[in-house]
Nanobody, 127 residues
Framework: VQLQASGGGLVQPGGSLRLSCAAS????????AGWFRQAPGKEREFVAV????????SFADSVKGRFTIQRNNGKNTVDLQMSSLKPEDTAVYYC?????????????????????WGQGTLVTVSS
């Protein structure tokens, strides 16, 4: 599976942005998909995850209520809709995928579980 993230850019605080991750490979629809981010000088951290069908999702506390994750298995895409953006959301955002199942009741999967990674797209939140 190859992943290509896009949609990053400069946005003002309080604004919205939609990131998209396009996947190659017919089996992507069976994979768990996630978004992670890495801010300057910090380690990469979990943002959101979706199970293969999109019916089970989870979010980091820092983005809960502001971000949503949506996948379209017919188009092999998984999007991250970001709203009410804050300067602290500034980071390079990565999409990732894994064959490991994500089930309800879990906060996330560890980064090490994700075998496939996109190249990252930069989001800058600044006035």
């Amino acid at each position: 599976v190859q992943l290509q993230a896009s949609g990053g850019g400069l946005v003002q605080p309080g604004g919205s942005l939609r990131l998209s991750c396009a996947a190659s490979g017919s089996r992507f629809s069976l994979y768990t998909a996630g978004w992670f981010r890495q801010a300057p000088g910090k380690e990469r951290e979990f943002v959101a995850v979706s199970n293969w069908a999109g019916g089970i999702t989870s979010f980091a506390d820092s983005v809960k209520g502001r971000f949503t994750i949506q996948r379209n298995n017919g188009k092999n895409t998984v999007d991250l809709q970001m709203s009410s953006l804050k300067p602290e959301d500034t980071a390079v955002y990565y999409c990732a995928a894994t064959q490991r199942r994500f089930s309800s009741g879990f906060a996330s999967l560890p980064q090490s579980a994700f075998a496939y990674w996109g190249q990252g797209t930069l989001v800058t939140v600044s006035s």
